[in-house]
């Protein structure tokens, strides 16, 4: 499930413009299953940046442009 919902998010984002945001559901509106796939998320991206090295983990951590966090 949570592959299918990462394929729909990445073809989303590959729609949009650069400077063109894509829309958010309010979070009152997230179904039960949304409300889960956001929370493996959410714990999945912070095992990632604990893993980081000091000096990779700064330099993404600096960088304000919309590209830089992408991944998040």
Do not use: C
Not at 48 to 71: E, R, V
């Amino acid at each position: 499930m949570v592959i299918n919902h990462y394929l729909v998010l990445l073809v989303s984002i590959a729609g949009t413009t650069s400077t063109e945001q894509p829309p958010l559901k309010d979070k009152s509106m997230w179904s039960d299953q949304e409300k889960r796939v956001q929370k493996i998320d959410r714990l999945a991206r912070s095992l990632l940046i604990q893993g980081l090295l000091n000096d990779i983990y700064s330099l993404i951590n600096n960088n304000k442009t919309g590209k830089a966090y992408a991944w998040f």
